[in-house]
């Protein structure tokens, strides 16, 4: 409750302070738009660049060939996990 009090009473102080000073926060916001719109340009550009340098990055990188004995690795392994499974099973019946 105190938090919305709070809220509204700087709310209104904003509102009215505007009222005032309206002439100010208009030359204000106008030094601030050609600020903020700089900046946020300078951040487009350099994050446009730095995507650009890790696509370049990911052409200039070589794929590794396949091996050829990478099938017969996978059917080893597969033929492990069966034989444990199989232990398994016997150890469990015990």
Known sequence: ????IGGAIAAALGLVGLV???GQFLMVLAGIIP???LLGGALAIYLGFDELK???KDDETPEAPPESGE???VEKYKKEIDDLKEEIETLKKD
């Open 1 to 4: 409750m105190k938090t919305l």
């Open 20 to 22: 005032i000073w309206w």
């Open 35 to 37: 600020a903020m719109l």
């Open 54 to 56: 890790d696509s370049w």
């Open 71 to 73: 099938g017969e690795e």
